[in-house]
T-cell receptor, first 114, second 112 residues
Framework: GAGVSQSPSNKVTEKGKDVELRCDPI?????LYWYRQSLGQGLEFLIY????????KSGLPSDRFSAERTGGSVSTLTIQRTQQEDSAVYLC????????????FGPGTRLTVT | GNSVTQMEGPVTLSEEAFLTINCTYT??????LFWYVQYPGEGLQLLLK?????DKGSNKGFEATYRKETTSFHLEKGSVQVSDSAVYFC???????????FGQGTTLQVKP
């Protein structure tokens, strides 16, 4: 079956613009996670959803970052007024449930802020 | 807070050599521990996991044992292959939420 998909695969934007990153999880997976992978910071947790609720948003770097999930499926990560330090690969993962279930990762969206 | 520390890479080995990648953690309670692998040009994928002390996770010839007394989860393989060349990440989930805390990653390069 289909894995986790993310779009766009690459995004180049100018500093100060808003961007939206999309994640389509594996069908039937109730948990969805966003991570960020950058050279300086490694792999960082951003936020997770159980269904449409986000019990833990502690990894969002600032109030410029927000995320939502609708219908227990697709999720969108929005970054407002992008800064150069936002440049990174944004990874989405989904799993059957929370806890020690295997997380299946998407290919990521590479964001470059110029 | 919770954290994971991995040995720094890159690690370069010849084919059929023995591999150890060290991983230690700091966490409250009893975390689940994971090794994820990222092959060149591919996404992250789970390699193995252990959910309680003294458990051994194993997959594809790799294994790691959850050692609570030393707070470690070292990855080992007896005989590496060129196809094992990848970046390996140790991770923990301390709250049973699936929120993963990752180590910095260790790049392994295996030469023929």
């Amino acid at each position: 079956g289909a894995g986790v998909s993310q779009s766009p695969s690459n995004k180049v934007t100018e500093k100060g613009k808003d961007v939206e990153l999309r994640c389509d999880p594996i069908s039937g997976h109730t948990a969805l996670y966003w991570y960020r992978q950058s050279l300086g910071q490694g792999l960082e947790f951003l936020i997770y959803f159980q269904g449409n609720s986000a019990p833990d948003k502690s990894g969002l770097p600032s109030d410029r970052f927000s995320a939502e999930r609708t219908g227990g499926s697709v999720s969108t990560l929005t970054i407002q007024r992008t800064q150069q330090e936002d440049s990174a690969v944004y990874l989405c993962a989904s799993s059957y449930g929370t806890g020690s279930y295997e997380q299946y990762f998407g290919p990521g969206t590479r964001l470059t802020v110029t | 807070g919770n954290s994971v520390t991995q040995m720094e890479g890159p690690v370069t080995l010849s084919e059929e050599a023995f591999l150890t990648i060290n991983c230690t953690y700091t966490a409250t309670g009893y975390p689940s521990l994971f090794w994820y692998v990222q092959y060149p040009g591919e996404g992250l994928q789970l390699l193995l996991k252990a959910t309680k002390a003294d458990d051994k996770g194993s997959n594809k010839g790799f294994e790691a044992t959850y050692r609570k007394e030393t707070t470690s989860f070292h990855l080992e393989k007896g005989s590496v292959q060129v196809s094992d060349s990848a970046v390996y990440f140790c991770a923990l989930d301390s709250g049973n939420t699936g929120k993963l805390i990752f180590g910095q990653g260790t790049t392994l390069q295996v030469k023929p």
